[in-house]
Nanobody, 124 residues
Framework: VQLQASGGGLVQAGASLRLSCAASGGAVNMYTMGWFRQVPGKEREFVAAVTWSGGRSYYGDSAKGRCTTSRDIARNTVYLQMNSLKPEDTAVYFC??????????????????WGQGTQVTVSS
């Protein structure tokens, strides 16, 4: 499956952004679709995921209460809605597809396909 992330940009603290991840060559409901972010010099951090079976959503600590991930099967696209953005949310955001077990849904190594990333910059 090929993934194309979009929707990043430069926003002020407190603003919202919605990232999109369009899939081709595979259906989003056949994979667990994850969102990760990365800043230079740090490891890729789990943000959120929606499971292939049942479409259940899971969130990393930084995303709980502020982010919502969803999928549109008809459009073969997943979304990450981010609210109340903070400067520390500044990162490159990636979408990924895989079949991780639930206990390891936050592990980047268990996702097989990755999008190219979209930059999110939050100014104070």
């Amino acid at each position: 499956v090929q993934l194309q992330a979009s929707g990043g940009g430069l926003v002020q603290a407190g603003a919202s952004l919605r990232l999109s991840c369009a899939a081709s060559g595979g259906a989003v409901n056949m994979y667990t679709m994850g969102w990760f972010r990365q800043v230079p010099g740090k490891e890729r951090e789990f943000v959120a995921a929606v499971t292939w079976s049942g479409g259940r959503s899971y969130y990393g600590d930084s995303a709980k209460g502020r982010c919502t991930t969803s999928r549109d099967i008809a459009r073969n696209t997943v979304y990450l809605q981010m609210n109340s953005l903070k400067p520390e949310d500044t990162a490159v955001y990636f979408c990924a597809a895989g079949r991780p077990v639930l206990s390891a849904i936050n592990m980047p190594s268990l996702y097989n396909s990755w999008g190219q990333g979209t930059q999110v910059t939050v100014s104070s």
